[in-house]
């Protein structure tokens, strides 16, 4: 016997004006509190997911089902289409239909059944449900560690392209998946409502339960986050506007990508200068090598200048390219006049036709005293 409180209605409900009225189940946790929508049509109506399945959906908006209803799930986890069994008709994607047929999205209602692990997980993405599913129970004799989901057979599949006409309003289904392998949106053009299921929602969104894909709610919120919305009446929480829209998929897909991050290029002889002095001697990106300036050592102009070379070839290898793969040189000196000539004899040791792109510029001086040149190139990423 459950100890929680008989509900007196199961089911609140608001009317959002155009036609729309929002239903959902304020006695049952933000995890599995699933936003219902009933939409008016000229010819027909529809009613978007039917919730948990634990009180009478069929009963309780009796009221608003006096036309011919189209039932369209957005998916088919318990929350959506837990009280699709009720209705003889629902559309749903492909890759959920055996899912609602197998009622295999069930998930106790009875927090008992779950282990510390599990609560400290739905806790680590948002959800503490440590304090139960349910604050209330729909009708006595109701036992939520007995309950289970029903199944119900889809009777209309729909998918990408598909609309769904209520003869003056038409919605066109986008296939979103990510959360779930069929999840889908309905999109009217006309007056930019997106009704988005749980692709997205103001709150914890999920995307790592069985049959979530990451690269697929990726790209689905790409998609989500170009589209025209006025107003997105989502599968969990309020709706929202599209400036909430893009900031909502924003922070999703800052979320899962990569950190900025760089390249870097430090040959392990270099490690003590790139830890003390705080630059990489090369960076790798957009498959190029940018070097940082190079300058030798010797007591000779000549040999000064053929120490940096080397050190660039070196820096060059660590990457598997070498002097061939430079596509850009700028050479600084100091008292041009009299170290141009040995510096092109120098660099003829090294580099040989065809010749990269080359800038020579006179300087008064270098970071390191008594320097004479300073050798930055360009190279290429060996493919
Ligand atoms: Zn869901």
Same mark, same amino acid.
């Given at each position: 016997?459950?100890?929680?409180?008989?509900?007196?209605?199961?089911?609140?409900?608001?009317?959002?004006?155009?036609?729309?009225?929002?239903?959902?189940?304020?006695?049952?946790?933000?995890?599995?509190?699933?936003?219902?929508? !009933?939409?008016?049509?000229?010819? =027909?109506?529809?009613?978007? $997911?039917?919730?948990?399945?634990?009180?009478?959906?069929?009963?309780?908006?009796?009221?608003?089902?006096?036309?011919?209803?189209?039932?369209?799930?957005?998916?088919? !986890?318990?929350?959506?289409?837990?009280?699709?069994?009720?209705?003889?008709?629902?559309? /749903?994607?492909?890759?959920?239909? +055996?899912?609602?047929?197998?009622?295999?999205?069930?998930?106790?209602?009875?927090?008992?059944?779950?282990?510390?692990? $599990?609560?400290?997980?739905?806790?680590?993405?948002? %959800?503490?449900?440590?304090? @139960?599913?349910?604050?209330?129970?729909?009708?006595?004799?109701?036992?939520?560690?007995?309950?289970?989901? +029903?199944?119900?057979?889809?009777?209309?599949?729909?998918?990408?392209?598909?609309?769904?006409?209520?003869?003056?309003?038409?919605?066109? /289904?986008?296939?979103?998946?990510?959360?779930?392998?069929?999840?889908?949106?309905?999109?009217?053009?006309?007056?930019?409502?997106?009704?988005?299921?749980?692709?997205?929602?103001?709150?914890?969104?999920?995307? +790592?339960?069985?049959?979530?894909?990451?690269?697929? %709610?990726?790209?689905?919120?790409?998609?989500?986050?170009?589209?025209?919305?006025?107003? /997105?009446?989502?599968? !969990?929480?309020?709706?929202?506007?599209? =400036?909430?829209?893009? &900031?909502?998929?924003?922070?999703?897909?800052?979320?899962?990508?990569?950190?900025?991050?760089?390249?870097?290029?430090?040959?392990?002889?270099?490690?003590?200068?790139?830890?003390?002095?705080?630059?990489?001697?090369? /960076?790798?990106?957009?498959?190029?090598?940018?070097?940082?300036?190079?300058?030798? +050592?010797?007591?000779?102009?000549?040999?000064?200048?053929?120490?940096?070379?080397? #050190?660039?070839?070196?820096?060059?290898?660590?990457?598997?390219?070498? %002097?061939? $793969?430079? *596509?850009?040189?700028?050479? %600084?000196?100091? $008292?041009?006049?009299?170290?141009?000539?040995?510096?092109? #004899?120098?660099?003829? &040791?090294?580099?040989?036709?065809?010749?990269?792109?080359?800038?020579?510029?006179?300087?008064? @001086?270098?970071?390191?005293? @008594?320097?004479?040149?300073? *050798? #930055?190139?360009?190279?290429?990423?060996? =493919?």
């Amino acid at each position: 016997m459950s100890a929680l409180p008989i509900a007196g209605h199961w089911f609140e409900r608001k009317a959002l004006g155009d036609g729309i009225t929002l239903l959902w189940e304020p006695h049952v946790h933000p995890l599995l509190r699933c936003n219902i929508w !009933h939409v008016a049509g000229r010819d =027909s109506d529809l009613l978007i $997911d039917t919730g948990l399945g634990v009180g009478s959906l069929a009963e309780a908006a009796a009221d608003l089902f006096g036309k011919p209803l189209t039932v369209v799930l957005t998916h088919c !986890h318990m929350d959506h289409a837990g009280g699709a069994h009720e209705f003889g008709v629902c559309c /749903v994607h492909d890759a959920e239909a +055996q899912a609602l047929a197998e009622a295999s999205n069930h998930l106790p209602l009875d927090i008992a059944a779950y282990s510390a692990d $599990d609560l400290a997980w739905f806790s680590g993405v948002g %959800y503490d449900i440590s304090g @139960g599913l349910l604050t209330a129970i729909p009708h006595a004799g109701f036992d939520p560690g007995t309950h289970v989901m +029903q199944a119900a057979q889809a009777s209309r599949l729909i998918g990408e392209g598909d609309v769904v006409d209520l003869g003056d309003r038409k919605f066109e /289904v986008l296939h979103l998946p990510g959360h779930s392998p069929g999840s889908i949106a309905l999109w009217e053009v006309a007056s930019g409502t997106l009704f988005s299921g749980d692709a997205i929602y103001d709150g914890a969104l999920l995307d +790592q339960i069985p049959g979530s894909d990451i690269p697929a %709610y990726i790209r689905s919120m790409e998609r989500l986050r170009a589209l025209p919305a006025r107003i /997105v009446h989502a599968g !969990h929480d309020p709706s929202f506007g599209r =400036s909430r829209l893009v &900031e909502l998929a924003d922070a999703y897909l800052n979320s899962r990508s990569d950190p900025m991050t760089i390249d870097v290029i430090v040959p392990e002889a270099m490690r003590k200068a790139y830890d003390a002095f705080h630059y990489a001697p090369a /960076v790798r990106e957009a498959g190029l090598i940018f070097c940082s300036g190079v300058i030798g +050592q010797g007591d000779s102009a000549e040999d000064e200048f053929r120490d940096a070379w080397e #050190k660039i070839g070196l820096i060059l290898a660590e990457t598997g390219a070498n %002097y061939t $793969d430079i *596509v850009d040189t700028t050479i %600084y000196m100091v $008292d041009l006049a009299a170290n141009a000539a040995v510096m092109a #004899k120098v660099k003829d &040791e090294f580099i040989h036709a065809p010749f990269p792109a080359s800038t020579w510029i006179g300087v008064s @001086g270098f970071v390191r005293p @008594g320097a004479r040149a300073e *050798v #930055k190139v360009t190279a290429r990423v060996k =493919s």
